[in-house]
Nanobody, 126 residues
Framework: QVQLVESGGGLVQAGGSLALSCAAS????????MGWFRQAPGKEREFVAR????????YYADSVKGRFTISRDNAKNTLYLRMDNLKPEDTAVYYC???????????????????WGQGTQVTVSS
């Protein structure tokens, strides 16, 4: 498995921006499709964005489409999430995750991700 460590969370006003990073170590980072998920208090963990191994193909939840951008740098073993025009409802703990080698479910299904970081808090004030 790959080890993941998120950073970059914090407190921001509505309409502001934040950039999250996820540093990977262990097995070859470029072998994994990667995703970002989030979990708000009292709610289930939800999909945010996914990026293919090469970084060419991306996929977003409707709630963040047009505001968030997922990217990766395989040379640096790092995954990114750029978040613009943040809203109070974006407040959550954000997790990066590595997708299993063979996807069994629909794109973005949490059950297909088997390595997780510890999470980083993002708080958006109104």
């Amino acid at each position: 498995q790959v080890q993941l460590v998120e950073s970059g969370g914090g407190l921001v006003q509505a309409g502001g921006s934040l950039a999250l990073s996820c540093a990977a170590s262990g097995r070859t980072f470029s072998s994994y499709a990667m995703g970002w998920f989030r979990q708000a208090p009292g709610k289930e963990r939800e999909f945010v964005a996914r990026i293919s191994r090469s970084g060419i193909t991306t996929y977003y939840a409707d709630s963040v489409k047009g505001r968030f951008t997922i990217s990766r740098d395989n040379a640096k073993n790092t995954l990114y999430l750029r978040m613009d025009n943040l809203k109070p409802e974006d407040t959550a703990v954000y997790y990066c995750a590595a997708e299993r080698r063979i996807r069994l479910y629909d794109v973005g299904d949490v059950r297909d991700f088997d390595s997780w970081g510890q999470g980083t808090q993002v708080t958006v004030s109104s």
